[in-house]
């Protein structure tokens, strides 16, 4: 009896009733069937009982026996495209009645097996088994879209039936039908050795079947997956597993048992083979690529989540599910990191169904165990939405402030003084006229507040911060630092962007102050109308934590010639036409190793390199050039000015959360989202004085429906100080439309006291 039918008896109830017996074997217990199991079982291995424990999974009182997939990255770009061989994934057989989950095997325990056979002697070493032959399979597209066609037209599918049931019979039938040449290696990571064309066909026509077609497809599918295990992972088991985790049917929850152990074989593979698998499916098409992704995420959020209650197993019986899962889709995002540019958006991996999980649980599952042990989303931050994210982190802020005020409060009592409440806040006074001066004396005179909630107070102004002040401050504030004449930073019209400036000074601290402003910006849940370029936030989070080192270098990236484009795009064209330059470099553009900057009105050179202003740029050296020059401009000359700008905006966000965030989230945190949707804001709008369906303020919508893009952010900034949206949409705008009973001579006004 195969495993199919043995999950079709288990699992006959977790199945609609129209797909009862979907794995195509008969669901009766009869004597002649028990007869048949207890043979079958005779030559299959022993079934293991298995516990949580050995199981691993979500739960936190069970730990995973999958290691985390960070490393993966960095493995793809290291490792060499030597082929590696995975120790075989051992498979048991569930009985009748109650279906056992396949027992993983640790990485651990695949090293342990491979130095024990190592260090056998070489008369007691087992030869290798040599590479099993693949059968020649003629078959080519045209021909299996003209079986398509006739089947359809005339009922019979037997031939394309004969075609389904002996490919997906076992890894060696998908080789022989899928392979570009039968018996050739392909060994590399540049070429699977796959016909895509061909599987996509393929898939494309087998959801257009009957229903016994894609069951026996299903059926040939499990036999190999319990079969496989019997030898080393091959090149050949590879693509097998790179094609049926493309298979269309999965999308299906009746079929998500199949596609759980198909996850687990993949997600259970030696780092070598995660290797080319990553180069594989980073060579899939855009949409292929994507509906893999959609495919993966949409198995964790229903195995969270089920539409009916039985519709899965218990999830207490399967915990490893969801590491399975979660591991493959971290092979993809791996995969969409390599490849320039990404295949699909970073965004297009998060599942906001997370969203509704008890997130600060993931983290401190996080916090406490690291990266082993217990499973945690937290190991993978990229399934994480920034909804998500920035949920733990105003959590986190929130746990931070209520222990620092804590303290506060213990320490005044035991010196026995009077408790005030303006000790549980970070309270800053300022005079309009000196803002700058003030706020920094403020902030370095209370370091050890900045982590308190923010309350602002102008001098000689009464009222209560409620929150617009708060808002008002760091507006005024950010919008003096960076004014031109305060020399600061440069604004560069081309892109947009402000950049630090990389004149020479004795004191630093306004930059300090800068990094402290945004950090509370984050931790505050401000926005803030600052213009830096991406490359900024990649600085930033580098290291995402504060070394204990003082003399570690920070702030210091692996920054292209594309970062530099997004600061200054007139040089860093001027760079890429030197790359791209056909003639002789050294005798045509004499140039050296060596450049200037104007400061203050006097010319200063530096060298790129030791003697640089001796070492032509030749066409064998120029890509060097390029990158120590982009080097100098984003990191060297304004390494003091940006490392004062990390302490600062670390002194307030110092926080493991913070490893969780791709720079664009950073961005997104302190800037809001660059995207506007005014239908959305009209939905999310209060009024008071008026309601919606009022002819003024239909008239309203109207217009600023009507507006171009930049009028209607010229709009969002009058009102609330900023043109982006918050991270958490229009609804966290708080926009508000007041009717003022005054003369109508008075101009439209707008404020932000009381968040409105």
Same mark, same amino acid.
């Given at each position: 009896?195969?495993? $199919? ?24 217990? /009869?004597?002649? *069937? ?102 020649? &399979? ?95 992972? *091959? ?28 996850? &687990? ?7 070598? @083979? ?10 899939? /098409? ?60 970073? *965004? ?54 209520? /222990?620092? !005020? ?42 050890? @507040? ?51 400036? /990389? ?19 984050v931790y505050n849940s401000i926005t803030l109308d600052i213009q830096f370029p991406p490359c900024c ?99 060297? !000359? ?55 369906? @009022? ?32 991270? $958490? ?28």
């Amino acid at each position: 009896m195969s495993l $199919g039918a043995l999950c079709a008896q288990s699992h006959s109830s977790y199945l609609p009733k129209e797909e009862k017996g979907f794995l195509g074997c008969k669901m009766t217990e /009869s004597s002649s *069937t028990q007869t048949q199991l207890e043979k079958e079982r005779g030559k299959l291995p022993p079934i293991v009982p298995l516990s949580n424990t050995a199981l691993g999974g979500i739960d936190n009182g069970t730990k995973s026996q999958f290691s985390t997939f960070s490393g993966v990255i960095s493995t793809i770009n290291q490792k060499k495209e030597a082929a590696g061989r995975g120790s075989p994934t051992q498979q048991v057989i569930p009985n009748s009645k109650n279906v056992r989950e396949l027992p993983p095997i640790c990485p651990d325990v695949r090293r342990k097996q491979r130095i024990s056979i190592d260090t056998l002697p070489p008369e007691m070493k087992a030869p290798v088994p040599p590479e099993p032959v693949i059968p020649m &399979r003629t078959k080519t597209v045209k021909e299996f879209q003209e079986d398509m066609e006739k089947a359809k037209t005339s009922g019979d599918w037997r031939v394309v039936s004969d075609f389904f049931l002996t490919t997906f019979d076992s890894f060696l039938e998908l080789n022989a039908a899928f392979k570009k040449e039968a018996n050739a290696p392909f060994n590399t990571t540049e070429d699977s050795g796959v016909n895509a064309k061909f599987v996509n066909a393929v898939y494309d026509a087998l959801l257009n079947t009957p229903q016994d077609i894609q069951k026996s497809v299903l059926k040939g599918i499990i036999n190999s997956l319990l079969h496989e295990w019997k030898r080393p992972r *091959t090149k050949d088991d590879l693509r097998a597993y790179f094609i049926l985790a493309q298979n269309p049917q999965f999308t299906n929850s009746s079929t998500f048992v199949i596609y759980a152990h198909l996850l &687990r074989q993949i997600a259970c593979l030696a780092e070598a @083979d995660h290797h080319f698998l990553g180069h594989w499916f980073k060579k899939l /098409s855009q949409r292929r690529f994507k509906q893999l992704v959609d495919r993966l995420v949409q198995f964790i959020s229903l195995r969270l989540f089920p539409s009916k209650a039985d519709e899965l197993p218990p999830l207490a019986k399967c915990t490893w599910w969801i590491p399975s899962a979660t591991k493959v889709l971290a092979l993809l995002n791996a995969a969409n990191s390599l490849s320039n540019p990404a295949i699909i958006p970073f *965004t297009d991996f998060y599942n906001s169904a997370l969203d509704h999980r008890d997130l600060m649980e993931e983290y401190h599952t996080w916090q406490c165990y690291g990266n082993s042990h217990r499973f945690s989303f937290c190991q993978f931050p990229f399934i994480l939405s920034i909804a998500a994210k920035k949920a733990i982190i105003q959590r986190d802020s929130e746990q931070q402030m209520i /222990s620092i !005020a804590r303290q506060s409060l213990v320490d005044k009592v035991s010196r026995r003084q009077r408790p005030d409440m303006n000790m549980l806040f970070l309270n800053i006074k300022v005079r309009r006229i000196h803002l700058v001066i003030d706020s920094l004396d403020e902030l370095t005179k209370k370091k050890a @507040d900045l982590k308190k909630k923010l309350k602002v107070t102008f001098v000689g102004e009464a009222g209560l911060d409620m929150g617009g002040l708060t808002k008002e401050w760091f507006l005024l504030l950010v919008r003096e630092i960076f004014h031109p004449d305060y020399g600061m930073f440069t604004y560069h019209k081309d892109s947009h962007s402000h950049w630090f400036s /990389s004149f020479k000074c004795d004191n630093y601290s306004e930059y300090h102050l800068i990094g402290a402003l945004m950090g509370l910006a984050v931790y505050n849940s401000i926005t803030l109308d600052i213009q830096f370029p991406p490359c900024c936030y990649k600085k930033l989070l580098s290291p995402p934590i504060v070394p204990c080192d003082q003399t570690t270098p920070i702030g210091i990236s692996n920054l292209t010639l594309d970062d530099l484009f997004q600061v200054m795009p007139e040089l860093a064209h001027g760079l890429s036409e030197l790359l791209s330059y056909e003639g002789n470099v050294e005798e045509d553009l004499y140039t050296t190793f060596q450049v200037f900057q104007e400061e203050f009105g006097v010319i200063k050179f530096y060298n790129l390199k030791p003697g640089g202003d001796k070492i032509p740029v030749t066409n064998r050296n120029r890509k060097e050039y390029v990158q120590l020059y982009i080097d100098f401009l984003l990191n060297k !000359a304004i390494y003091k000015q940006f490392a004062a700008f990390y302490y600062g905006f670390h002194s307030v966000c110092a926080s493991n959360a913070l490893m969780l965030l791709r720079p664009e989230e950073v961005e997104i945190l302190v800037c809001g989202r660059p995207d506007l949707d005014v239908c959305a804001l009209q939905r999310a709008t209060q009024y008071d004085g008026y309601i919606k369906n @009022d002819p003024t303020i239909r008239y309203f919508w109207d217009v600023v429906v009507g507006f171009p893009l930049d009028l209607q952010k010229k709009l969002l900034h009058f009102a609330t100080g900023s043109d982006r949206v918050p991270v $958490g949409g229009m609804a966290d705008l708080n926009f508000k439309i007041c009717k003022n009973d005054v003369s109508t001579d008075w101009r439209i006004s707008s404020s932000s006291d009381w968040n409105y």
